[in-house]
C-alpha cells in the first residue's frame, strides 16, 4: 500500500461548515483508506460531529481554535498576524511547517490564496500562481486556468499557465497526451491580444513536449476540442461563470417545460436510470476544488457553498494532487522552459 | 401608417445563400407591411427564387452583381477597390447614397465591420464602434456588447456602450428604465480591471440618466440581474459563445437522458404545448442579428449559419433600429457626457 496522505482541513471555511466537513470526510474514508485528516476549528462543535461519525472519527483529530476568517474580510488583512490564530492560517501553516501534505478549505478566496502564497511561496520557475478548475463538457471533464488568480497576464505567465494545466490534466483527467488551447476570439493566428499570440509562439518555438492545438473560442470549451484551457484570470473567471449561468438558465426552461406538462412529469418521475446519469452529469459538486498551482504547497479551494458531497470531490482533488507529485513534475517542466530561455538570451548577448 | 423603411440585403452572404435570405424576407413581410428591400447579387439565382415567392417578391428589388465578399477575406482587403462591386460592399453603399435606411447581411463579419465603418464613419460622439446583441436569460433577453468588435478598451469606450446600449435595450426589450452593469469578476468596487473601475466611476459622477447597476459575474448574465452587459470585445465574445457551448452541453445531455428512455421519448414527443415553448426559449434564431452601434447607418450582422427564420429575426432588428431613430437618440446622450466632461476639462485648465 501507499503511504498514507494527511490534510489539514480549515474545518471553519465555507457556508455549511463545519458539519459538511466531517460528513465529506466520512465519504471520502469509504473508499480512500489512506486519508488522514487534522481538523482546524471549533474542538465542541467538531468533537460532537464525530462523535456521530465513526468513519471520520477513525481518521480525525482535531486542533481547536476558536477563531476563523470572516467571509468578506480583504486578502490584505487576512495575511496581518492578527488571523494568525484562524483556522485557516493553522491549516496552511501545518502544511509549512510539515505536518500535513495539503490543506482543503472552502473559506473566502482571496484570503486563501493569500495567505497560500506568503506562506508556501511560488514554485521554482514560476512568476505568478493560478487557480485551475474543472468544467463539464460534452464529452466529460476539461481543466481551465487561470480562473480568477490574475487579472492581466503576460505571454509568459500564459505560458507557465499552460505546463501547470498539462500536468493537472493528466493527474485528473488521467488523459496522457492533453490537447492544450489557449481562449481566444477567433482561431486566426492574426486573432486576439497581442499576449495571446505571443504564447502561441512561445510554445510554439519551444522544447517542450505539449500537445497545443493553438486558439480555442468560448464554444469549444464545451464541445471538448482541447483538454485544458489557458486564459487569463478575468477571463477564465467571466467564462466558469458565464457557464455555471447558462447551465441554471437551460435547466429552469427544462424544469419550466416538466412542470407544465403531467406527462413529462410522470416521464421523469419513472424514467430513474437515465434521469439520474443526466442529473449527475450536470452536478456542479463533481466539478468542486478549485487549486491553486505554482505555489510550493498544496491548497485546494472547495466552494464556499459546498455540501458533503462537494466538499468531498474536493478533498480528492487534493489527495489525487498529493500523491502524483504534481508540483515536482510542474518544476521539472518549467526548467525546461526556462532553461531554453535563457540560453537564448545568453546567444542574444 | 408610418413611413415604409428599404433595407439592402446582401444576399449572397451566409451559408445558406441566396434562398435563406428570400425565405426570410418571405416570412417578415407577413407581419410588417411597412418593409421594402433592394437584394444585391446574382439576379438569375434571385429571380428564379423569387419567382416561387410571392410574398417576397413584393417587395424586393434586385440589384445583379456576380461577385461577393469570400468567408475568409481578411477586413483589410475587403476594403480595397477590388471588392467594390461585391453584393455586401454595394448593399452599404445603397445606405450612404441615401437609396436604402439600413443594410443587413449574414457575410464576413470583419468585411461587415470594416466596409460599414469606412463608408458610415463613426457617429458624432462615439470613439469606437462597438457590436451589441441579444442572449437568453431566465426572464427573456438581455443586451451585450461589445461582443467582439474591440478586443481591447478605455474606460470611456465602456461608458459609451453603456449609453448606446441603454438605448438598444430600450428599443429591442422595450424596457423603460434598463438596469445596466459592467462585466467584471466581483461585485466588490476594489475588484477587476482598472477600465472597469473608471468606467463606474464615470458613470457614476455623470449627469447621465442610465440606471446603473454597477459591477456583474458571469452568472448574473443568465440570471437577468441587468438588462444591459457592457463589456470589452474580448470578454464580450467569450462570454457569448460559452454561453452558446454550454447551451449545447446541456441540450446533449438532456437530448441523451431522453433518448435511453422509451418513456421519456414518448413523453416528449406527446407533449407538445410545453416542450415547444421549452425549444422556443432555447432557439438561437430568435437572438440572431447582432448590430453595429456607433457608425452614422445602420448595419445589422445575421448570424453566417443562419436559416430563413434566423435571417427574418436580423432583419426585423434592423427595422425596429430604424423605426426608433436609434442613432439620433445615441447622439444626443453622447453630446451630454462629453459636454460635461469638456466643461470641467476647461474648468480644470
Do not use: W
Amino acid at each position: 500500500m501507499s503511504k498514507n496522505i494527511t490534510l489539514s482541513i480549515d474545518a471553519m471555511g465555507g457556508e455549511h461548515s463545519p458539519s459538511m466537513v466531517v460528513e465529506g470526510i466520512g465519504v471520502v474514508s469509504h473508499h480512500r483508506s489512506d486519508l488522514r485528516f487534522i481538523l482546524y476549528g471549533d474542538e465542541k462543535k467538531l468533537n460532537s460531529l464525530l462523535a456521530v461519525n465513526k468513519d471520520a472519527k477513525n481518521v480525525c483529530r482535531v486542533v481547536h481554535t476558536d477563531e476563523a476568517i470572516a467571509e468578506d474580510i480583504k486578502p490584505s488583512q487576512a495575511i496581518r498576524n492578527g488571523s494568525r490564530n484562524t483556522s485557516m492560517r493553522l491549516a496552511i501553516q501545518a502544511v509549512k511547517d510539515g505536518e500535513t501534505d495539503g490543506v482543503v478549505s472552502a473559506g473566502n478566496t482571496g484570503a486563501l490564496m493569500a495567505i497560500s502564497k506568503l506562506c508556501f511561496r511560488t514554485l521554482q520557475g514560476v512568476h505568478r500562481p493560478a487557480i485551475v478548475g474543472l468544467l463539464p463538457t460534452q464529452q466529460g471533464r476539461c481543466v481551465m486556468l487561470d480562473i480568477g488568480g490574475n487579472t492581466e497576464c503576460s505571454a509568459m505567465n500564459l505560458v507557465e499557465f499552460a505546463i501547470m494545466g498539462n500536468i493537472f490534466a493528466k493527474v485528473m483527467l488521467g488523459v496522457d497526451n492533453p490537447r492544450i488551447g489557449l481562449l481566444n476570439i477567433g482561431s486566426e493566428e492574426m486573432k486576439g491580444r497581442e499576449e495571446i499570440r505571443e504564447a502561441a509562439q512561445i510554445i510554439r518555438e519551444s522544447s517542450l513536449s505539449l500537445n497545443f492545438q493553438g486558439f480555442i473560442e468560448g464554444h469549444d470549451i464545451g464541445a471538448h476540442k482541447v483538454d485544458v484551457v489557458v486564459t487569463d484570470g478575468f477571463t477564465g473567471n467571466v467564462a466558469l461563470k458565464t457557464l455555471e449561468g447558462t447551465a441554471k438558465v437551460i435547466s429552469k426552461f427544462v424544469k419550466d417545460a416538466v412542470m407544465k406538462s403531467l406527462l413529462l412529469k410522470l416521464a421523469f418521475k419513472f424514467a430513474p436510470a437515465s434521469v439520474a446519469e443526466m442529473r449527475e452529469k450536470m452536478d456542479p459538486r463533481k466539478y468542486n476544488g478549485a487549486m491553486f498551482v505554482g505555489l510550493n504547497g498544496v491548497a485546494v479551494k472547495s466552494h464556499g457553498g459546498a455540501d458533503a458531497i462537494g466538499f468531498a470531490t474536493a478533498i480528492e482533488t487534493a489527495a489525487d494532487i498529493i500523491s502524483f507529485k504534481f508540483n515536482e513534475k510542474i518544476t521539472k517542466e518549467l526548467e525546461l522552459l526556462h532553461e531554453k530561455n535563457k540560453t537564448e538570451q545568453d546567444i542574444a548577448i
